[in-house]
């Protein structure tokens, strides 16, 4: 909000870092014309979106720094989410006011960067406590250079696309090294979207004999399974009724300790790959376990990015990925329907619900608090 010539109240929704289930909204004034004068750019967030991945960044916002893309005050933090927005003041050359921008950002109406390495397709923040910190989080697109960019896309694009190009790698690993000897793989919290993304990816990739089958809670069983996208469907209280002589990977978005214990009890050393790549179930996360069967990794998706550059060359993987994201997108319009979310109180709202997995899982909350 303008409050007076080129003087901007913007709002930052906060979380206290040892209880996520506190906030508050922090207002602050922002002079425009002073930001261009020190040769930075105001982006006005339009809107950005908000799932689980975002809440396991507060989850692991010490122990991986996610706190410090978005400095707080003592003891707040800025949980980090994918959105779009409007460069509403520039002192940047080549970066004018009125161009929009994909990428990183708080949970708030404005951010402030000290735009560097300017091309036509991005540029770098380079604000100092950025520094050291993952370079694909400090990048931001121009999406007028982006031939991919839809307009009528856009909430498609920050609900999924940061997720399901990890679904995409995660999939390409497992066929790289022949699913490990797996003849089925498990997808632990089948409902979400990194999930139905990583079982559309499995599908494409039509491995013959090869079985995929989806973990879910009994509340978001008939979901699941109306996506159509996994070839069983089995809630967390029957993985006892799954054959144990058949040898598994699983790749589990849940994290959860009593989930990952059972399935390892279960399956015993028939567990032949054990994948961790998320915490849904952020309240009950794993540490180190002793378990039988194959040791859990955690799955690194720059590690897989450098190797098929490698394999592939340049460009190579992006037009891989580009045809999986064209099929996602197709398939999230009938499993999706975003809903867009305005105003401090109901951010709050949509936040809280998010927190508890309260949101239903056909669900994709696009949030602005401008
Ligand atoms: N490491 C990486 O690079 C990377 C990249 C992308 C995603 N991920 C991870 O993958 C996971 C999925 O993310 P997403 O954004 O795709 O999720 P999402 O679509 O928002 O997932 C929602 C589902 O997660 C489960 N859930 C959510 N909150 C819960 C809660 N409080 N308690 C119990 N279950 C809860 C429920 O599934 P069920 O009922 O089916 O369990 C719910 O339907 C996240 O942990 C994310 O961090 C990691």
Not at 1 to 6: I, K, L, P, R
Not at 18 to 31: A, F, G, K, P, S
């Given at each position: 909000?303008?409050?007076?010539?080129?003087t901007i109240d913007a709002a930052s929704f906060e979380v206290r870092r040892?209880?996520?289930?506190?906030?508050?909204?922090?207002?602050?004034?922002?002079?425009?014309?002073a930001v261009a004068a020190a040769g930075k750019a105001l982006l006005a967030i339009d809107h950005f979106a908000l799932t689980a991945n975002n809440?396991?960044?507060?989850?692991?916002?010490?122990?991986?720094?996610?706190?410090?893309?978005?400095?707080?005050?003592?003891?707040?933090?800025?949980?980090p989410v994918w959105g779009f927005a409007t460069v509403e003041a520039s002192g940047v050359e080549g970066l004018p006011v009125g161009e929009r921008i994909y990428g990183y950002f708080p949970m708030a109406s404005h951010l402030v960067v000290e735009p560097t390495r300017v091309s036509e397709r991005r540029f770098v923040d380079?604000?100092?406590?950025?520094?050291?910190?993952?370079?694909?989080?400090?990048s931001y697109e121009r999406v007028a250079a982006d031939p991919g960019y839809r307009a009528d896309r856009e909430a498609a694009q920050m609900i999924l696309k940061p997720l399901v190009l990890t679904?995409?790698?995660?999939?390409?690993?497992?066929?790289?090294?022949?699913?490990?000897g797996a003849r089925q793989v498990l997808v632990v919290s089948a409902s979400s979207k990194t999930s139905l993304g990583l079982a559309l990816c499995l599908r494409?990739?039509?491995?013959?004999?090869?079985?995929?089958?989806?973990?879910?809670?009994?509340?978001?069983?008939g979901f699941v399974e109306g996506t159509g996208l996994y070839d069983q469907v089995v809630t967390y209280d029957a993985i006892a009724s799954l054959d144990a002589t058949v040898p598994t990977a699983y790749v589990d978005m849940a994290g959860s300790a009593e989930l990952i214990t059972a399935l390892h009890?279960?399956?015993?050393?028939?567990?032949?790959?054990?994948?961790?790549?998320?915490?849904?179930?952020?309240?009950?996360?794993?540490?180190?376990?002793?378990?039988?069967?194959?040791?859990?990794?955690?799955?690194?998706?720059?590690?897989?990015i450098a190797k098929r550059h490698g394999d592939w060359g340049p460009g190579g993987l992006e037009e891989r990925f580009a045809g999986a994201w064209a099929d996602i997108l197709a398939s999230a319009d009938r499993w999706m329907t975003v809903r867009q979310v305005e105003g401090e109180a109901a951010v709050g709202a949509a936040y809280r619900q998010t927190l508890e997995g309260a949101v239903a899982p056909d669900t994709g909350l696009v949030l602005s608090l401008r």
């Open positions: 909000m303008v409050t007076a010539a080129g040892d209880d996520l289930r506190q906030t508050r909204v922090v207002h602050e004034t922002m002079d425009a014309e809440i396991t960044y507060a989850a692991f916002g010490d122990q991986m720094s996610y706190w410090n893309f978005f400095p707080a005050a003592e003891g707040h933090g800025r949980i380079g604000a100092a406590h950025r520094k050291g910190l993952p370079a694909v989080y400090n679904s995409f790698l995660i999939a390409d690993f497992l066929q790289d090294n022949g699913f490990f494409r990739l039509g491995v013959p004999g090869l079985s995929v089958v989806g973990l879910t809670s009994k509340g978001n069983r009890r279960h399956f015993r050393d028939n567990i032949v790959y054990a994948c961790r790549v998320g915490g849904t179930h952020w309240q009950d996360l794993a540490g180190r376990l002793d378990l039988p069967g194959a040791r859990p990794k955690f799955f690194f998706a720059p590690d897989q």
